[in-house]
């Protein structure tokens, strides 16, 4: 009995670090170059919050800053309902550049994010690990200097999120919209 409760954590901790190798991260990663103002563009993600809420979700703005630490403050403004809401988050940096670790203090779960692709003046590719006692799953985010990208960065966002095992009704391109994105400081 003890061997085999053993042997699935034991798989179960395999797979979970399989699944946090197989997500790349940018090549020669440049932490300072991903600071300032980025826009959501688009979300992909197999959590349930994310089916309940899919209907009802716009673009955001997202400002990223760097700590006296070395860490990444993120700090993110959405329109939820008649109101601007602000969600700030520390990103902790581990050894491997370009990859971060986050506790959600509100849900205790456990973010492994990965800077996947960027070219820092034009998008940002972002992937997440998110693992809680329910369970895990996997979100990728799209960002962009500007409210819109070129229909290739589109497609690369929905096949790299294809290639993490979303499905297209786990896909969105945000709606843009003008509110909350002057608040966003």
């Given at each position: 009995?003890?061997?085999?409760?053993?042997?699935?954590?034991?798989?179960?901790?395999?797979?979970?670090?399989?699944?946090?190798?197989?997500?790349?991260?940018?090549?020669?990663?440049?932490?300072?170059?991903?600071?300032?103002?980025?826009?959501?563009?688009?979300?992909?993600?197999?959590?349930?919050?994310?089916?309940?809420?899919?209907?009802?979700?716009?673009?955001?703005?997202?400002?990223?800053?760097?700590?006296?630490?070395?860490?990444?403050?993120?700090?993110?403004?959405?329109?939820?309902?008649?109101?601007?809401?602000?969600?700030?988050?520390?990103?902790?940096?581990?050894?491997?550049?370009?990859?971060?670790?986050?506790?959600?203090?509100?849900?205790?779960?456990?973010?492994?994010?990965?800077?996947?692709?960027?070219?820092?003046?034009?998008?940002?590719?972002?992937?997440?690990?998110i693992s809680k006692s329910t369970g895990?799953?996997?979100?990728?985010?799209?960002?962009?200097?500007?409210?819109?990208?070129?229909?290739e960065r589109l497609e690369m966002f929905?096949?790299?999120?294809?290639?993490?095992?979303?499905?297209?009704?786990?896909?969105?391109?945000?709606?843009?919209?003008?509110k909350c994105m002057a608040d966003a400081?």
């Amino acid at each position: 009995m003890q061997a085999t409760l053993l042997g699935i954590v034991g798989l179960a901790l395999l797979r979970t670090l399989h699944a946090q190798d197989s997500i790349p991260v940018q090549a020669d990663f440049q932490q300072d170059k991903l600071t300032g103002r980025w826009y959501s563009i688009g979300l992909a993600s197999n959590s349930d919050w994310f089916k309940e809420k899919r209907h009802l979700m716009k673009m955001c703005t997202t400002i990223i800053s760097t700590t006296a630490e070395g860490n990444l403050e993120v700090t993110s403004t959405y329109p939820k309902g008649d109101q601007c809401v602000t969600r700030n988050s520390l990103y902790t940096k581990t050894e491997q550049p370009g990859r971060f670790s986050y506790t959600s203090p509100r849900w205790g779960s456990k973010h492994n994010v990965h800077v996947v692709e960027t070219n820092y003046k034009e998008y940002a590719l972002v992937a997440t690990q998110i693992s809680k006692s329910t369970g895990s799953s996997t979100m990728v985010l799209l960002y962009g200097r500007t409210k819109e990208l070129s229909p290739e960065r589109l497609e690369m966002f929905t096949q790299f999120s294809r290639e993490q095992g979303l499905t297209a009704d786990e896909i969105l391109i945000l709606p843009q919209t003008d509110k909350c994105m002057a608040d966003a400081a």
